[in-house]
């Protein structure tokens, strides 16, 4: 039996992806919306949802949005935004109690998926663009999360790192946009904005729950209709040639940042993924890891230590705290349990450990409505089909040699150290 149950069709414009499960007591419907990462267009579009999710046409203020949320047994609706390789990603998630564990037989599959079309194809509009003072109150806000960014060293190191690694690449903006963009935004340029949007961007929508198919498909013709937009797939990635360097900076920090951005030369749709992930949880993914126990615990160099691959940008990330003065010992050590990575010195119980933690991390993502989505989607990104069971026998095969093979073709790209003033690295 397979883990997951995935239909897909095309309804409309858009892919309907139905995973029927008993597994939940809730209905759980996540809308996403697919478009390349641009420079012109990344601060409307991560302005964008948070407008549409301040009210519709039918519940025009945030006051009654809420409370037809409540009628709906207490329904949830967010939204958020994600970057995943050369792409940015509008997510809008709704949580629903199922029908078939009420007394009374209101139809909420149905009256949810009617709601998340209003919120995406009837937005509050005066004199034909969106209302002036909630773009303005929405446009604080974001100003407020990209600012966030710059207040915790750890995520601005992260960001600096990945601006300097890939600059003059759509990968290098920021998720929530461009702060020195955001004033320049009036509820007309929005509305243009969108409109745009709905009619070009990848839209793709999974019902998750104990739901049928056919009835589902049903409500979504019945309410949404993109009849214009294109057949978009999503934006893969382009090998870059790798430059190596350095980048310091000086701030007022008490604990140093060490960030190190590698080349994988590897991504989700290809083969060696499997051995990818496997490399990297013996390399930095976990407490048993090489960087966690060499960088951190034997050397007591580092407060955190630690590695994430990027799996649509191709891109190894490591994350280091430390002391000023231990910079070139860390950066030493990092790159010695790299090159231990590429000679295959790593042990038989290291390994085994690294991929029974993988799949006990990829069994509980699938615990929930939202996870499950989120390892489904990797698919449409990387414009593959790629099956869960796949995924968890392609973590239980990889070899040895496998890991040695997707370690060499690893290359070392740019060191960005955030440093306190005046010192010495």
């Not at 935004?185 to 929508?205: A, V």
């Not at 407060?303 to 891109?315: D, F, I, P, Q, W």
């Amino acid at each position: 039996m397979s883990y997951i149950n995935e239909q897909i069709v095309e309804v409309n414009g858009m892919s309907l992806h139905t995973i029927s499960t008993t597994k939940f007591k809730t209905n759980t419907i996540v809308l996403k919306l697919l478009a390349p990462l641009n420079e012109t267009d990344v601060t409307n579009r991560a302005l964008l949802p948070y407008v549409l999710q301040r009210g519709t046409k039918s519940y025009p203020t945030s006051t009654s949005l809420r409370q037809h949320l409540d009628e709906l047994y207490g329904a949830t609706l967010h939204v958020d935004l994600a970057k995943k390789g050369e792409n940015h990603i509008i997510s809008f998630r709704m949580e629903i109690a199922n029908e078939k564990f009420l007394k009374d037989s209101t139809p909420l599959l149905e009256k949810a998926v009617k709601f998340l079309s209003e919120i995406l194809l009837e937005p509050v509009i005066e004199n034909g663009v969106f209302k002036e003072d909630v773009v303005t109150q929405e446009k604080r806000t974001l100003k407020q999360r990209i600012q966030a960014v710059y207040d915790d060293k750890m995520r601005y190191s992260n960001l600096r790192l990945v601006q300097e690694m890939c600059k003059d690449e759509p990968y290098a903006l920021h998720v929530n946009g461009e702060i020195d963009q955001v004033d320049q935004i009036t509820g007309e340029t929005l509305y243009e904005y969108y409109k745009k949007s709905i009619t070009t961007d990848k839209i793709d929508m999974y019902v998750v729950g104990d739901t049928k198919q056919e009835e589902v498909e049903d409500f979504v013709k019945k309410y949404f209709n993109f009849t214009n937009t294109s057949q978009r797939t999503a934006e893969t990635e382009k090998q870059k040639s790798v430059k190596e360097t350095e980048v310091l900076e000086e701030q007022d920090v008490k604990q140093g940042k060490l960030n190190i951005g590698y080349r994988t030369n590897s991504t989700y749709k290809d083969d060696d993924y499997y051995a990818l992930q496997v490399f990297n949880g013996i390399f930095g993914g976990f407490s048993h890891s090489k960087l966690f126990i060499n960088v951190r615990e034997k050397a007591s160099l580092a407060y955190y230590a630690a590695s994430r691959v990027e799996s649509h940008k191709g891109l190894l990330m490591v994350m280091s705290g430390i002391e000023e003065q231990n910079y070139e010992q860390a950066v030493t050590i990092i790159k010695e349990q790299m090159n231990a990575m590429k000679n295959g010195e790593f042990s038989k119980e290291e390994f085994e450990q690294t991929q029974a933690v993988i799949r006990n991390q990829l069994l509980e993502t699938v615990d929930t409505p939202y996870g499950l989505v989120e390892i489904v989607y990797h698919n449409v990104i990387a414009n593959i089909h790629r099956s869960f069971d796949d995924y968890l026998n392609g973590i239980d095969n990889v070899s040895k040699e496998e890991v040695i093979q997707v370690a060499n073709k690893i290359e070392l790209d740019t060191i960005y150290f955030l440093k306190g003033m005046g010192g010495n690295a």
